[in-house]
């Protein structure tokens, strides 16, 4: 929502992984650096088969969904529904009618919370509940929310009481500075959707901010669309390789595994081909978000998503990426160098480097320079040893220790969620962490984090604890083979606890800007910050144990890993920075120059030692465009300040207690209330530039030769 975030953070992984089972009898297991030879009981609730729970007694109360009474049944959204709004009704008039002081930045978090318990449960429930009868009223409510939130954004009376507290100075000069932020924020969300427009304009926001929405959707299901091709196109010995569908074949992705050239340029070229009807929304959604910008008060529309980031205006951006660019370049062209070689061996007739052969010739060379396959490191990665290894690393850094409860009844939506108290040894319990870990029919395929409940300060001192989701979609246990992780997934893992951890630790008195309810830049640092920790040995040696040996996970084999993984780092890096800046150009200014396509071409071109090929367009299954418009360079500038915060805070030992701490005090704890470049600054005690950002970024990528 705009005036008052409504919609919970997701963080979404960008691979897909299946798990490999191997199939073996689950033996005693040393466990971190206690001297037990039994699973601890963490490890136990997640690497064995979970027990069918017992059927409540007629006297165990359902609780609800989420603990949340009126969900005990499906038809409950719509009373749960209904107090909520009813609730929000009242904090609008109480806003409304309050004097110009701190408690109307307090009554509007209040109306935040009120619409927020509901909306971001109902998001979640929407898309993971396996009862359609719940996903359906979760969905229902979902609308019925967000045209509530719409109405308040069009309530002048709302807007005008925000008004007049920052432009009294002598009240707004006397709040603290958490409260003066998050009355900024609410002013700044209000207006982005033109509230404080004369009523002609805010009308044509409105219907544009609509349109967008129509189109967005519009444009995400083109980029999944299948492209369809008569059989007799294409030779009979590339047939067999597509699904066929009467006199056509069905092309549904790149095949870029695939060991024939052809085959691969096949789907390359006809996956890929510009699709007119998918070119024409991407060009109707960019002029729409051109001027929703322009009626806002923003020359384009990266100026209206950047504010408030860490990056801060676009010329930063386009800065950072361009120095990046500059430097990674000679990396690249030597990589380049041993794709081309790789390639004139695989197929002598066929020497020319395509875009259709990287992954493929990446992935070979990989696995002949270092032979490693993945379902070797899978026995050492048990989710049990990983989630001790979680626990290993909170505790170690926080105080904070990781513990299953047993849901009350009713609280969950599937009997195979485990849910964990996070518990700190002097604090007591900070929130509570629901793990959706495993896969069935309908669940998304796909690695996340939802905000269910954000935690605020309560009006009798005590704290909201805040209620996350992490849903994964591994392959659940068996009675005779735990759930085995690859390294690319427990890496994934922690990655989405590292979110987790943010929600939990974040102690801000609003929940609007409570753990990563925070700018896009700095909301993915301690994700990224947590993959250093699961690819150190120095913590790795700590739980990745044999589920049937016992044996620590060989330095070499991790060793091996990581080496490979820095081999063609500077070709992903160029690939991220040649998306980065085509999402730049494209939010920029209007009306572009050249088509869609063509500014494709030239960026290509430009920023990648990978030729562009005639007649495609990959820009038009590029989804990122609608959910991270203008904002697609986040993953880079965040990976950069991660890196700066491993190598200066975390590297020389990665489990101290006192640095722990100081992460935990000076940058998770305030989630969005402070500005994140000073957080970091304040972290790493020197102030962040472009260049050394840059540097950061740039200093991972030592290629392999």
């Given amino acids: 929502m705009a005036s008052l975030k409504m919609t919970s953070t997701k963080h979404i992984a960008l691979q897909r992984i299946l798990s490999i089972l191997k199939t073996a009898h689950p033996s005693d297991c040393q466990v971190l650096r206690r001297s037990l030879n039994t699973w601890s009981p963490l490890a136990a609730t997640f690497n064995t088969k979970a027990k069918k729970r017992l059927m409540p007694r007629p006297l165990q109360k359902n609780v609800g969904l989420f603990e949340v009474p009126e969900l005990t049944s499906a038809v409950g959204f719509a009373e749960a529904e209904r107090q909520s709004l009813k609730e929000a009704d009242d904090l609008v008039a109480a806003a409304i009618a309050a004097p110009t002081s701190q408690e109307v930045v307090a009554t509007f978090d209040r109306l935040s919370d009120a619409l927020c318990r509901i909306a971001d449960l109902a998001d979640f429930i929407r898309v993971a509940h396996p009862d359609k009868q719940y996903s359906q009223a979760a969905e229902q409510t979902c609308l019925n929310v967000s045209a509530a939130v719409e109405k308040l954004n069009t309530n002048t009376e709302l807007h005008q009481s925000l008004r007049e507290l920052l432009d009294d100075k002598t009240t707004y000069d006397a709040m603290d500075e958490e409260s003066r932020t998050v009355a900024r924020l609410f002013m700044f969300d209000f207006e982005q959707s033109g509230i ?49 569908d009467g006199n056509q074949l069905k092309i549904n992705s790149l095949l870029a595994d695939n060991p024939d050239d052809m085959v691969r340029e096949a789907a390359y070229k006809i996956y890929l081909y510009p699709n007119s009807e998918q070119a024409t929304v991407l060009d109707q959604l960019l002029s729409c978000r051109h001027r929703l910008a322009n009626i806002a008060g923003f020359p384009t529309f990266a100026h209206r998503a950047l504010n408030g980031t860490m990056a801060k205006d676009s010329q930063t951006v386009t800065e950072f990426l361009e120095k990046a660019s500059e430097k990674v370049s000679s990396s690249a062209l030597e990589e380049l160098e041993l794709l081309q070689e790789a390639k004139s061996r695989h197929n002598p007739s066929s020497q020319d480097l395509q875009a259709w052969d990287t992954h493929f010739l990446i992935q070979h060379i990989r696995n002949e320079r270092f032979k490693l396959n993945t379902t070797d490191f899978m026995p050492y990665f048990s989710l049990g040893s990983c989630m001790e290894g979680l626990d290993l690393i909170f505790q170690n850094l926080y105080g904070i220790s990781l513990e299953t409860v047993e849901p009350k009844h009713g609280e969950v939506w599937s009997p195979d969620i485990q849910k964990l108290e996070v518990k700190h040894k002097d604090e007591g319990i900070l929130g509570y962490i629901f793990c959706d870990f495993y896969d069935r029919p309908g669940k998304p395929q796909q690695d996340c984090h939802f905000t269910i409940r954000g935690g605020r300060l309560l009006d009798d001192g005590s704290y909201q604890l805040p209620k996350v989701v992490l849903a994964c979609s591994f392959s659940p246990p068996t009675s005779s083979c735990p759930t085995l992780l690859s390294h690319g997934m427990m890496e994934n893992l ?36 947590m993959e250093y920790f699961a690819n150190d040995y120095r913590v790795l040696s700590q739980f990745a144990r044999h589920y049937q040996s016992k044996e620590t996970l060989p330095e070499e084999m991790i060793s091996k890993l990581c080496e490979s993984k820095k081999m063609f780092a500077a070709q992903n890096l160029q690939t991220q920075i040649c998306y980065s800046m085509f999402d730049q150009v494209l939010h920029g200014n209007h009306p572009l120059p050249k088509t869609t396509t063509e500014i494709y071409e030239e960026i290509q071109t430009k920023y990648s030692s990978i030729p562009y090929v005639a007649n495609t367009a990959w820009h038009l299954r590029f989804g990122h465009l609608v959910g991270y418009g203008a904002k ?64 950061s970024l740039v200093s991972e990528v030592r290629g392999v030769r």
């Fill in 632 to 695: 697609y360079y986040s993953y880079l500038y965040s990976r950069a300040v991660a890196h700066k915060i491993w190598s200066q805070c975390f590297s020389r030992d990665p489990l101290n207690r006192e640095m722990g701490e100081r992460y935990r005090h000076t940058m998770l704890a305030h989630g969005g209330s402070k500005e994140g470049s000073v957080l970091v600054e304040d972290m790493l005690g020197t102030k962040l530039t472009t260049d050394n950002l840059v540097d």
């Fill in 494 to 529: 922690f990655h989405e606890f590292g979110h987790a951890m943010h929600s939990m630790l974040a102690r801000t008195r609003y929940q609007h800007v409570t753990g990563t309810r925070c700018a896009t830049d700095f909301a993915e640092v301690p994700s990224i910050l």
């Fill in 196 to 244: 404080h427009l004369p009523d002609s304009e805010r009308k044509e926001f409105v219907r544009l901010n609509e349109e967008a929405m129509v189109l967005s959707s519009r444009f995400l299901q083109g980029t999944q669309t299948s492209v369809s091709v008569d059989r007799k196109l294409l030779p009979d010995h590339l047939q067999y390789s597509f699904s066929v």
